[in-house]
Structure formats: structure tokens, C-alpha cells
């Protein structure tokens, strides 16, 4: 089955240590994205991804970064100047970004905690 | 800048009776889409449906249902004969043209039916 696959499911971070979050999809679609969701506050962009090699900050990157080396994978990287990180972080994805017409696939997310 | 509000956080029915989330957009872009996604406790954002601005025809999935109103700028969601198997959070969210073409989400609206 085509889908999308976020790993791991639950997280946990020490103080001052840098995690990742993996996303990989076999959709074949050409943009990707992360979003953080917050109790009673929808989804809000971190980072989204039109093509490889290349990635654009959304309306909340500061903390985060990202890498797109292949059109599978997305991973994101909660860095400790993050000092908020505790959220439900999803991806998703879409056969390409810029229309605003196509749908996105989103994952079944990730949970990250601080110990 | 575009904006989606929902205004009903949380709603609450008994099993059979229907329901209607409501969603009102903002918006200087003259063609642009608006979406419903549901959330189920198991995390994965659902794509339900995508209407676009030129058509405003209502459209009708089973025991779905959404209207569309460009004069009242609103794309609101019934759900007739609800079932506890709908009980989830439904978001509205809202797509343009070029840089406006990232997905912007209301904060959604949980829906709890209570059998």
C-alpha cells in the first residue's frame, strides 16, 4: 500500500539534545512537509519540501531544520534551541506544491516529549 | 493573508442525531480551494473532500454533506445520522494560488457522538 511512514511514534528528549524525526513516503509525490500541532491549535508549517535538494521555511522553523537528499525521505530535527518541543509533529505529502489544488497524505505522526 | 476559522471547539451528540461544523474563510485570492481533513484518536489526518472557488455546487458523500457559500465565505460540514465511529476532530483548511499556496488550518472542531 502507498502511504506515508513516520517513525518513530513516540519521542522523548533530554535537555539540550537534538532528535529526528523520520519521514519517508512511496507515494512518488514531489513536495513534503512538516507540521506541529498543539493542543486547540491546528497545524501550523514548520518546513516544506517542492522537489530534492531543496526546502523552504514555514511559519514556525525557528528550532527545527530539515534535509531532502531524496524524494522519499524528509527527515526533521527538533534542535535544543527548540525550547518548546513538546507536540504532535506530522508529515505529509502532495504530488507537488504550488497549485494549492492538490490534497495532502499525512502520516500517522509523530509524539515528542521532554524527559 | 488567509485566514479559516472555526469557531465550535468542541461539539457533543447522542448517536442519530445530525451535526454541522462550521467553517468561515478569509481570503484575497479570487481562485482558491478549501478542504476538510478528519482526525481520528489514531493521530493520521483523513482527506474528506476539495472544492474549488468557481464551484459552489453542494455536494453530498453518504451521510456527508457540505455546503458551500461564497457570499458568506463559508464551506461548512454535515453529518447526518452521526455514528461514534465520526467522533474525531475535523479541520478546515484552506489553499490559493502561487505563495499563497500552502495549506492554512483552522484549529479544528472535536467531535465527540456518544452512543
Known amino acids: 500500500d502507498g502511504g506515508i511512514t513516520q517513525s518513530p511514534k513516540y519521542l522523548f528528549r533530554k535537555e539540550g539534545q537534538n532528535v529526528t524525526l523520520s519521514c519517508e513516503q512511496n507515494?512518488?509525490?514531489?513536495?513534503m512537509y512538516w507540521y506541529r500541532q498543539d493542543p486547540g491549535q491546528g497545524l501550523r508549517l514548520i518546513y516544506y519540501?517542492?522537489?530534492?535538494?531543496?526546502?523552504q521555511k514555514g511559519d514556525i522553523a525557528e528550532g527545527y531544520s530539515v534535509s531532502r537528499e531524496k524524494k522519499e525521505s524528509f527527515p526533521l530535527t527538533v534542535t535544543s534551541a527548540q525550547k518548546n518541543p513538546t507536540a504532535f509533529y506530522l508529515c505529509?505529502?502532495?504530488?507537488?506544491?504550488?497549485?494549492?489544488?492538490?490534497?495532502?497524505?499525512f502520516g500517522d505522526g509523530t509524539r515528542l516529549s521532554i524527559l | 493573508a488567509q485566514k479559516v476559522t472555526q469557531a465550535q471547539t468542541e461539539i457533543s451528540v447522542v448517536e442519530k442525531e445530525d451535526v454541522t461544523l462550521d467553517c468561515v474563510y478569509e481570503?484575497?485570492?479570487?481562485?482558491?480551494?478549501l478542504f476538510w481533513y478528519k482526525q481520528p484518536p489514531s493521530g493520521e489526518l483523513v482527506f474528506l473532500i476539495r472544492?474549488?472557488?468557481?464551484?459552489?455546487q453542494n455536494e453530498i458523500s453518504g451521510r456527508y454533506s457540505w455546503n458551500f457559500q461564497k457570499s458568506t465565505s463559508s464551506f461548512n460540514f454535515t453529518i447526518t445520522a452521526s455514528q461514534v465511529v465520526d467522533s474525531a476532530v475535523y479541520f478546515c483548511?484552506?489553499?490559493?494560488?502561487?505563495?499563497?499556496?500552502?495549506?492554512?488550518f483552522g484549529k479544528g472542531i472535536t467531535l465527540s457522538v456518544r452512543p
Open positions: 505529509a505529502s502532495s504530488i507537488f506544491q504550488g497549485a494549492g489544488n492538490q490534497p495532502q497524505h
Open positions: 507515494l512518488n509525490h514531489d513536495a
Open positions: 519540501s517542492q522537489i530534492v535538494n531543496d526546502f
Open positions: 481570503t484575497r485570492d479570487t481562485t482558491y480551494y
Open positions: 472544492r474549488n472557488s468557481f464551484d459552489e
Open positions: 483548511a484552506l489553499s490559493g494560488m502561487g505563495a499563497n499556496s500552502k495549506l492554512t
